[in-house]
């Protein structure tokens, strides 16, 4: 199957699950993040804004501020296909929907950072295999990304069961997360 064929395959098979079972599996990947070393150990976060039926992170992003840590998230610049880290402090006053209809950080030149500083990385996507490989949604923001990290930053990404599979079709720049925790397993 082609790249293009299965994402939308992989898009389809994530929509069909309903709100609630997302819900209840967001919170069982949640709870198992917050008992990690490499959540507990992280200062500076970067923090995917959960949109549709991503795993959803605000639990996440509330429970990381509660903790102290540094939270940042994407600015999409999609002219230039980048991803900028802005810092959240306060989500309720400092997010508005971006031109993908996506809650994302207002640009202020204040608020971001060097990408260098991020220690943890919590990375969406459509599809993921069992050797971590992920597939996103075509626009190649976070295989970009993650290159500009600073080596000793690390990427999680957050999957339902449901997107893992067995083989993904990837193109050689496509990422691969050093992590990848879903509700029942860790890898």
């Known amino acids: 199957m082609d790249k293009r064929t299965f994402r939308s395959m992989a898009r389809k098979n ?5 709100e609630k079972l997302r819900l209840e599996k967001s919170n069982l990947i ?11 150990k992280s200062e ?7 949109f549709r039926s991503e795993v ?36 309720k006053k400092q997010l508005q929907k971006d031109s993908y209809g996506i809650l994302s950080p207002y640009f202020d030149k204040d608020r971001i ?8 990385v919590l990375v969406p996507g459509l599809a993921f295999d069992l050797e971590k490989h992920r597939m996103g ?4 923001y976070y295989d970009r990304f993650v290159t500009t990290l600073s080596s000793s930053a690390t990427t999680l990404a957050l999957a339902f069961e449901e997107q893992l599979y067995e083989k993904i079709p990837l193109d050689p720049y ?4 050093d992590h990848i925790l879903t509700e ?4």
């Open 56 to 91: 959803n992170t605000w639990k996440i992003l509330d429970y990381a501020l509660e903790q102290g840590k540094f939270v940042y998230a994407p600015i999409t610049l999609t002219d230039e296909k980048k991803l900028l880290c802005c810092k959240v402090d306060d989500p």
């Open 44 to 50: 500076n976060l970067f923090i995917y804004l959960s």
């Open 174 to 177: 496509d990422m691969k997360a």
């Open 113 to 120: 950072v060097s990408s260098q500083l991020i220690d943890l």
């Open 137 to 140: 949604y075509g626009g190649g």
């Open 30 to 40: 949640f709870e198992q993040l917050i008992k990690l070393p490499l959540f507990q």
């Open 184 to 187: 029942k397993r860790f890898f």
């Open 14 to 18: 994530r929509d069909a699950m309903n």
